[in-house]
């Protein structure tokens, strides 16, 4: 099983619209695929799920707050649920506004990890044990996740839980400074997790969790046209644009490469997404992939580009599965 991110610490970006999209692409051809949605703001949730599905999930316990609340009550262990289907092989894990509280254990956690202390590491790969057990139990091909706009410990979790990251940005002044900002906190957190495996090691500890990796891999970057402003010349957006693959070099595949993260071939860019302007909210209002609407959701010639979305998504779909897939092979 792979788990795949979808990690930029700055916001806006496009990464739930792709999460869902390319999800859903990877779905179509037969991968099965399970979405976890570990942004507080929860909307992969609510593009994915029906308000009366994700109310009645909120309202039965068993959305991630509910399966992580044992922790940060320490009153137990994470609890896997049942995650929620949405096509033959595709299913979510929900979202909770309340999953901001797991960052008031996970600092500590890992402070007691990286000390040798297994207290810690029960916090420090909680992501990691649910999102594993839940996709066993549906036998998922794939994990995508979805993550809030920060590099906090929560991330720090998820990222560590990963196989893989991918990087939705936008040719911007602030997306491309944030590149340095997610590559310096990546390539910090690996050698950390692994002294903390080490001093756990040294200790002697009888662990019975399984632990991750720890070693994600940076598969690419996906660039999105469409916070293009519109009022600006489009000089200045050819401008950050060429600079994206020099920036993505030095923010993300220099530091991850010097802490031994494996970067897959090909090239940095996975791919480009264009402005899809009213197809997004309309995809978002009936909890479907942009590809999937129908003609009577997008007319005439929407429903065409609509359509013709399939072969740009499920082109990702099959450059990130081959990445991630190259780099757990590696
Ligand atoms: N290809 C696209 N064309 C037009 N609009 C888009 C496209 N992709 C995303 N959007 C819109 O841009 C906004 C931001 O997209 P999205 O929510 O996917 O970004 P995000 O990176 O997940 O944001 P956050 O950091 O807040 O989680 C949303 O309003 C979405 O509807
Ligand atoms: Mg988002």
Redesign the pocket.
């Known amino acids: 099983m792979n788990i795949v991110s979808f990690f930029n610490h700055k916001?806006?970006?496009?990464?739930?619209?792709l999460v869902f999209n390319i999800g859903l692409a990877l779905a179509r051809k037969g991968h099965r695929v399970l979405f976890v949605d570990l942004?507080p703001?929860t909307?992969l949730s609510s593009v994915a799920l029906s308000d009366d599905t994700l109310e009645s999930a909120v309202s039965s316990a068993t959305t991630i707050r509910d399966c992580l609340q044992p922790l940060v009550e320490r009153s137990g262990d994470v609890i896997a649920v049942d995650p929620i289907k949405i096509r033959d092989t595709a299913w979510v894990l929900p979202g909770h506004i309340q999953l901001s509280q797991f960052e008031e254990i996970a600092p500590t956690g890992w402070t007691e990890a990286v000390a040798g202390n297994p207290g810690g590491f029960r916090t420090s790969t909680a992501v990691y044990r649910l999102v594993t057990r839940i996709a066993s139990s549906i036998a998922a091909d794939y994990v995508l996740m979805d993550l809030?706009?920060n590099v906090g410990s929560l991330n720090r979790t998820a990222i560590l839980a990963s196989s893989g990251f991918v990087i939705?940005l936008a040719p911007d002044l602030f997306s491309l400074t944030a590149l340095e900002s997610v590559g310096s906190s990546v390539s910090l957190w690996i050698p950390e997790w692994e002294a903390a495996i080490s001093a756990l090691q040294r200790r002697a500890i009888d662990f019975s969790f399984d632990l991750p990796i720890g070693k994600p891999a940076p598969l690419g970057y996906i660039s999105?046209q469409?916070t293009v402003y519109r009022q600006e010349p489009a000089a200045a957006y050819r401008r950050w644009n060429s600079k994206i693959p020099r920036k993505y070099e030095d923010g993300i595949v220099k530091p991850l490469k010097s802490v031994g993260s494996h970067v897959p071939s090909g090239s940095y860019s996975l791919g480009e997404?264009?402005?899809?302007?009213s197809l997004?909210?309309i995809a978002?209002q009936t909890n479907k992939a942009v590809f999937e609407l129908s003609g009577v959701e997008a007319r005439g010639a929407q429903h065409t580009r609509a359509k013709d979305t399939y072969e740009l998504f499920s082109g990702l779909a099959t450059d990130i599965a081959t990445r991630v897939n190259e780099v757990m092979d590696a």
Request: hydrophobic letters at 20%.
């Open positions: 916001g806006g970006v496009g990464k739930t619209t942004d703001q909307n809030g706009p939705p999105q469409f997404v264009r402005n899809l302007s997004v909210p978002q």
